[in-house]
Structures are given as structure tokens and as C-alpha cells.
């Protein structure tokens, strides 16, 4: 189990660092791991949404966006 969590975690951080460095592709494909490991996990999917936006694939985005206010009714999605 916490194995599974801290690869959760790395897989969240290294997407977040990809996406800081304008390494889309790279934070794509971490942050799409880290949502196989916990389709649940709100923070993984709303930084998948913003790599989809930054990446103008607006429809992507747009779903995952839905896909957080699901999961959190709190959450506020960004326009896109």
C-alpha cells in the first residue's frame, strides 16, 4: 500500500515538474499513470486538465475539468 501511494505521488510530482518545464507530452503521460493508479484522485486529473489546455486540446481538457467537479463538486474549473 505505500508503495502504491508513493509511486502515486512521485508519478503526481514529476507530471507537475514536466509541466513547469513546458515538457507536455512528458507530464502527460505521468500524470494519465498516476490516474490509472487512482482514477479517484482529483489533483492528478485537474493537472492533466491544465497540461490538455496548455496544450490546446480543449476538448480533453474540458472533460477532465467535468471529470474533478464530479469527484469535488467544490472545485471551480478555469475556463477554457
Known sequence: MATRRRKLRDLIR???TYWLM???DE???D???AIE???GNVW??????ETHREMER???ARADFDR???LDPSYQPPAV
Open 27 to 29: 507530464a502527460l503521460a
Open 44 to 49: 492528478a486529473i485537474v493537472r492533466r486538465g
Open 68 to 70: 474533478a467537479t464530479e
Open 37 to 39: 493508479l487512482e482514477p
Open 14 to 16: 514529476s507530471g507537475q
Open 31 to 33: 500524470l494519465s499513470r
Open 22 to 24: 513546458d515538457r507536455y
Open 58 to 60: 480543449y476538448d480533453e
